[in-house]
């Protein structure tokens, strides 16, 4: 699969040991993402979708408050901690 990916000009993300375990945030986002906004939902196109994940990722960072961030949205927990 490696060389399937430099093929195409894409780079695995591993960690420098070589392991998966720092995509983890990543996939729970995504789990996110598919349970808040696209499941049961059908796109008309690609277009519609890009839109739409562009509109729930500015969501979920600037409105989205989550509770292990005391009651903030990541931008705003990230600015009231600076």
């Known amino acids: 699969m490696g060389k399937t990916l430099e093929e195409n000009g ?3 993300s591993m960690s ?3 392991n998966c375990l720092d995509n983890s945030p990543m996939e729970n986002f995504l789990w996110l993402l598919k349970q808040e906004m ?3 939902v059908k796109y008309t196109s690609i277009e519609a979708l ?3 994940i562009v ?3 500015n969501w979920y960072n600037y409105d989205r408050i989550k509770t292990k961030l005391n009651g ?3 931008i705003k927990y990230r600015l009231q901690s600076a």
């Open 10 to 12: 894409i780079t695995q």
């Open 16 to 18: 420098r040991r070589g």
């Open 38 to 40: 696209y499941y049961g």
């Open 50 to 52: 890009s839109r739409e």
């Open 55 to 57: 509109r729930y990722i």
């Open 72 to 74: 903030f949205s990541p």
